[in-house]
């Protein structure tokens, strides 16, 4: 079987370096490495290329990386991950529209970038560039109607009933969808996505009822079971006080209630 090609695209040579001996440790192969946005086009129009590692600011545009997803929706059928070392969420907001499968603050673990790399390249024969109802192809997909929807965690897609879940919470590069399929403490289900809070929602912002309240919570509203004189809330089966924000919840968020 043939090894999965990997393309780098980072202006550190050091950097580059050290991905490059991790993704061969992992058993894959590197296509090339390059620094620059048009290097990158320049790559994928002649080698071989399974999967893009895009650092998203390069030596020639500070949005390069994303430039190059870019490139790769309109004329190649292959996934993507995002390095970064800038905390900011309105490029974030930008990568998003781009459909990578993984965005990775720099540093990042060995753990991370295998898990990135391993999420990206599974399944094999999903076309990368098509948001599909029926064939899952990120991370959260709606499915029709926007009752249930696609999670994925750990290389399989679970299919979840919207009802059953109940919040999601962000944990560093990964967010944890907590859910009750039959509504009882015990039968408990949370899933794990490679999705930081902020690319979480607006994954979710087409469904009215999971709505993000701070800067680390998502909340299902049809959940609420208490609010405080002030702007905290309780969600059924978290025995926990949530403040609500004002610069992350819509500004008619009581009125929902």
């Keep these: 079987m043939n090894q999965p090609r990997i393309l780098i695209v980072e202006d550190d040579p050091m950097q580059a370096e050290h991905i490059a001996k991790k993704i061969i440790s992992f058993g894959y192969k590197v296509s090339d490495q390059v620094r620059t ?26 949005t390069g990386g994303i430039e190059v997803g870019k490139h790769i929706n309109k004329h190649y059928k292959i996934p993507f991950i995002y390095l970064t070392g800038q905390n900011n969420e309105a490029l974030e907001k930008e990568a998003k529209m781009t459909r990578y499968t993984s965005f990775l603050d720099k540093p990042f673990s060995e753990k991370q970038l295998k898990r990135a790399i391993s999420d990206a390249l599974w399944p094999p024969g999903i076309e990368t560039d098509i948001i599909s109802l029926e064939r899952p192809s990120s991370q959260i997909d709606f499915l029709e109607g926007r009752e249930w929807c ?23 590069q990964y967010s944890a969808f907590h859910t009750f399929p039959n509504g009882k403490m015990e039968k408990e289900k949370v899933y794990r ?24 919570f998502i909340v299902n509203i049809t959940k609420i079971e ?15 006080l949530l403040t609500v924000s004002s610069r992350y919840a819509p500004v008619d968020f009581f009125d929902q209630l």
Excluded at 200 to 214: F, Q
Excluded at 226 to 240: D, Q
């Design 37 to 62: 946005e048009s290097e990158a086009k320049s790559s994928l129009a002649k080698n071989r290329v399974d999967l893009a590692i895009l650092d998203i600011a390069l030596f020639d545009n500070e």
């Design 150 to 172: 696609w999670i994925r965690d750990n290389n399989l897609f679970h299919k979840v009933l919207i009802d059953s879940i109940y919040w999601v919470v962000g944990d560093g």
């Design 193 to 216: 996505v490679s999705h930081r809070i902020g690319i979480t929602e607006n994954a979710l912002k087409g469904h009215p009822d999971l709505v993000r309240i701070n800067q680390q």
């Design 226 to 240: 208490k609010r405080t004189s002030g702007n905290g809330i309780y969600v059924a089966k978290l025995n926990e």
